[in-house]
């Protein structure tokens, strides 16, 4: 494996469909969102809910976990993930709910969407085509149109900005401007850091892909904060790398899984742990870290930490963010394998599709 990443025509050639380019556009993704967040018409009818709820799964959900970790400390109301074919029973006409699918064609979140309908929630649906969008025009409801023709794991500019552009129009949280413009300046200079032109020698992102390799991966996070990146971690090395990973909570983690690590040490020699850190970790939660690692070390294959970077909270978070994704695909030309197709995803949708 050594200097195969320093090989910038062999990361072409395994990454055939191009995901890397995807991954260095996100700063633009970003803008363009924003963009479309700004220029949706909002009726207002929309205005003054009570909770929110996004509902949606995989690459269309993952902006929801980042509304709600992000906005914890901010926002005064609910703001709660679904991930299922069915609404909590407590959402209502006061509830807003975002129908949020890249393809529009996510059976799960159709029939979520059909649910908040019933329920005469305010609704708003954020897809680039397919049967939500349809709906939608059936139905006159407001959609939020974003650009098609991408893996819906490459979309997350398109799939969260928006949404917190809308939150911020209808006063439910203040202007985020200077954070994005934060947010926007920071990753135009890791991609600079992180790009296959940069040798490994100076690529933070690719030695760390070097030192996951041939493990699976445990990414740890804090709960209602880096949990979110733990999760987008965990799918990124599972759609691009092609590699078992799992996200794991702190403080919850300390309650039961740590215990797990007592047997089995052949087994978790073939692991590797990252932590996820950040400045507004508490100190409890930071000797937490601190004390797990140790404990873990002892087991596992590779344990190792990276920090956030950044001033603003949103900053901070898509640094991490950022920075997983790149690894990604570059375990995926370590692997020698295409990050884009999803085969596993495509077949189960096939059989689906038969009942």
């Given at each position: 494996m050594i200097n195969v990443l320093d090989d910038v025509q062999k990361i072409k050639k395994v990454d055939s469909s191009n995901m890397m380019k995807l991954v260095m556009d996100m700063p633009l993704m970003i803008k363009e969102g924003v963009d479309i967040g700004k220029n949706v018409k909002i009726s207002k009818g929309i205005s003054k809910?009570?909770?929110?709820?996004?509902?949606?799964?995989?690459?269309?959900?993952?902006?929801?976990?980042?509304?709600?970790?992000?906005?914890?400390?901010?926002v005064n109301i609910p703001i709660v993930v679904n991930r299922n074919y069915n609404l909590p029973n407590w959402v209502n006409k006061d509830t807003l709910v975002f129908a949020a699918s890249y393809s529009g064609n996510t059976e799960e979140t159709i029939s979520a969407y059909k649910d908040a309908l019933s329920r005469k929630a305010k609704l708003i649906a954020i897809t680039s085509n397919g049967a939500i969008k349809k709906m939608c025009d059936e139905k006159n409801i407001l959609c939020v149109d974003i650009p098609s023709g991408l893996s819906p794991r490459a979309a997350i500019g398109y799939l969260f900005f928006p949404m917190l552009i809308i939150l911020?129009?209808?006063?439910?949280?203040?202007?985020?401007?200077n954070e994005i413009k934060e947010t926007l300046s920071l990753l135009d200079k890791l991609r600079n850091m992180y790009i296959p032109e940069v040798k490994s020698k100076n690529n933070y992102a690719k030695q760390l892909a070097y030192k996951l390799a041939a493990k699976s991966i445990i990414i740890c996070g804090v709960?209602?904060?880096?949990?979110?990146?733990?999760?987008?971690?965990k799918c990124q090395f599972a759609e691009n790398s092609k590699v078992f990973s799992v996200a794991s909570l702190l403080p919850e983690m300390n309650h039961n899984e740590i215990v797990g690590w007592d047997l089995l040490k052949d087994v978790l020699?073939?692991?590797?742990?990252?932590f996820l850190r950040d400045k507004m970790d508490s100190e409890r939660i930071k000797k937490r870290i601190d004390i797990t690692k140790f404990i873990i070390s002892k087991r596992a294959g590779y344990v190792g930490e990276v920090y956030s970077v950044g001033k603003s909270d949103l900053a901070r978070l898509f640094s991490l963010i950022y920075l997983g994704d790149f690894i990604s695909v570059y375990l995926s030309v370590l692997?020698?394998?295409?990050?884009t197709p999803v085969q596993a995803i495509d077949y189960l949708k096939r059989e689906l599709s038969k009942l």
């Open positions: 809910p009570k909770n929110i709820i996004v509902t949606g799964l995989g690459g269309s959900a993952i902006g929801g976990d980042l509304l709600r970790c992000y906005l914890s400390k901010e911020s129009r209808l006063k439910l949280i203040k202007s985020k401007e709960l209602d904060w880096t949990e979110v990146v733990a999760v987008r971690w020699g073939k692991f590797a742990v990252i692997y020698n394998i295409d990050p």
